[in-house]
């Protein structure tokens, strides 16, 4: 079986500056990962996701997360937040064999303060 | 841009009732999901439907529980005998393919009182 762990469920930080939120995962076969966001009263939308290839994958808007096999984690980074990334981010992974049912993390909630 | 889309975004119901969740998916596509959110909890997978039968489901999706693709649009989750547990964010979901990204709908709010 599959599981998520996001480490933090709130993450605080000013406008401008840097964040990560961090998603480690367990798996015994292979996976790929995702990164949803969820902004508030929306359902949840890909912001990006890793197959294969180059283990640094990157959205339209900045954000960019890396694949780290021998740490098994996935984590989501920008350089510079802006309020309208004030959102709920999930970390998800599914199985690359067989049924593609997606395992969440419990979600971090990003809050951008002025 | 297509989206899914879901129906109500708000359902009130008494224990015991039953209650249909409605899911409208991309039109080309033909994997479709059910994922509910208890409120403060995770996300959590509940059952997949590909060429109109469960391909999975999940230890929640017991007997109470049945999905149905009544017409060429329509993604049905269906709730006989509600229970207070049952209250969660319910969000369907499709992919053309299952390797593909899976779109999610806005979800319907389930409150059982």
């Known amino acids: 079986a599959q599981s998520v762990t996001q480490l933090d469920s709130q993450v605080p930080v000013f406008e401008e500056a840097p964040v990560e939120l961090r998603c480690n995962y367990s798996s015994s076969v292979s996976v790929y990962l995702f990164w949803y966001v969820q902004y508030p009263n929306q359902g949840l939308q890909l912001l990006l996701k890793y197959l294969s290839g180059s283990t640094l994958v990157k959205s339209i808007n900045g954000f960019e997360a890396e694949f780290n096999k021998s740490q098994t984690s996935f984590h989501l980074r920008k350089p510079s937040v802006h309020i309208s990334d004030t959102a709920e981010y999930f970390c998800?992974?599914?199985?690359?064999?067989?049924?593609?049912?997606?395992?969440f993390g419990q979600g971090t909630r990003l809050t951008i303060n002025p | 841009e297509p989206e899914v889309t879901q129906t109500p975004s708000h359902q009130v119901t008494q224990m015991g009732q039953e209650v249909i969740l409605r899911c409208v998916p991309i039109s080309n596509h033909l994997y479709f999901y059910w994922y509910r959110q208890i409120l403060g909890q995770k996300v959590e997978f509940l059952v997949s439907?590909?060429?109109?039968?469960?391909?999975?489901k999940s230890e929640i999706f017991d007997d109470q529980f049945s999905v149905e693709r009544p017409d060429g649009s329509n993604f049905t989750l269906k709730i006989r005998s509600t229970k207070l547990e049952d209250s969660a964010m319910y969000f369907c979901?499709?992919?053309?393919?299952?390797?593909?990204?899976?779109?999610f709908g806005p979800g319907t709010r389930l409150t059982v009182l």
């Open positions: 979901a499709s992919n053309p393919d299952r390797t593909d990204t899976q779109y």
């Open positions: 439907f590909y060429n109109n039968e469960i391909s999975e």
């Open positions: 998800a992974v599914s199985i690359i064999q067989g049924a593609q049912k997606l395992v």
